[in-house]
T-cell receptor
Framework: AQSVTQLGSHVSVSEGALVLLRCNYS??????LFWYVQYPNQGLQLLLK??????LVKGINGFEAEFKKSETSFHLTKPSAHMSDAAEYFC?????????????FGKGTKLSVIP | DAGVIQSPRHEVTEMGQEVTLRCKPI?????LFWYRQTMMRGLELLIY????????DSGMPEDRFSAKMPNASFSTLKIQPSEPRDSAVYFC?????????FGPGTRLTVT
């Protein structure tokens, strides 16, 4: 069975500061890992994905994440926070199962950016 | 491509009424998922289809919930009868090459 743990349900950073959102996963097979962002009253938008290629993955809006197998982690970072980054971020893991890639989500981390 | 399309975007109904949520998937995507999002339980997978065939409905909470995919362009999630605890945001999502794309969701309020 697969699972995701996101440390910190709420993270606050100052504008221009480093953003670090933590995600740890468990999976019985090599996983695919994803970060999604959800703005208020909107659907989930794919930020980036790891699908067993390069371990450092770059996504949209300046975000990136590094897959660390030894730590079972996939933390999301951005060097400099912008006010528009305020949203909820979800880490997700998937395993192949009958050909599908069912996503299991973490509880989400709400990011606030302080001017 | 317009992405995954869901309708209605908002639905308010009274307890006991039938509710039907609709989804138009991205053309060519062979998997379709229905998720539910609540504050208490987060994002939960309800059911998914592969090439219009239901594969796993173990996440459907009760017999009051049913989902269909009559063709590759359309899917419905029906709740009959609805209850206040069904209030949530329901997302339809489709998948290709291992990547899932979400619709904007339907916010359901049952009073």
């Amino acid at each position: 069975a697969q699972s995701v743990t996101q440390l910190g349900s709420h993270v606050s950073v100052s504008e221009g500061a480093l953003v670090l959102l933590r995600c740890n996963y468990s999976s019985s097979v090599p996983p695919y890992l994803f970060w999604y962002v959800q703005y208020p009253n909107q659907g989930l938008q794919l930020l980036l994905k790891y699908t067993s290629a390069a371990t450092l993955v770059k996504g949209i809006n300046g975000f990136e994440a590094e897959f660390k197998k030894s730590e079972t982690s996939f933390h999301l970072t951005k060097p400099s926070a912008h006010m528009s980054d305020a949203a909820e971020y979800f880490c997700a893991v998937s395993e192949t199962g009958a050909g599908s890639y069912q996503l299991t989500f973490g509880k989400g981390t709400k990011l606030s950016v302080i001017p | 491509d317009a992405g995954v399309i869901q309708s209605p975007r908002h639905e308010v109904t009274e307890m006991g009424q039938e509710v039907t949520l609709r989804c138009k998937p991205i053309s060519g995507h062979d998997y379709l998922f229905w998720y539910r999002q609540t504050m208490m339980r987060g994002l939960e997978l309800l059911i998914y289809f592969n090439n219009n065939v239901p594969i796993d409905d173990s996440g459907m909470p009760e017999d009051r919930f049913s989902a269909k995919m009559p063709n590759a362009s359309f899917s419905t999630l029906k709740i009959q009868p609805s209850e206040p605890r069904d209030s949530a945001v329901y997302f339809c999502a489709t998948q290709t090459v291992g990547v899932t794309y979400f619709g904007p969701g339907t916010r359901l309020t049952v009073t």
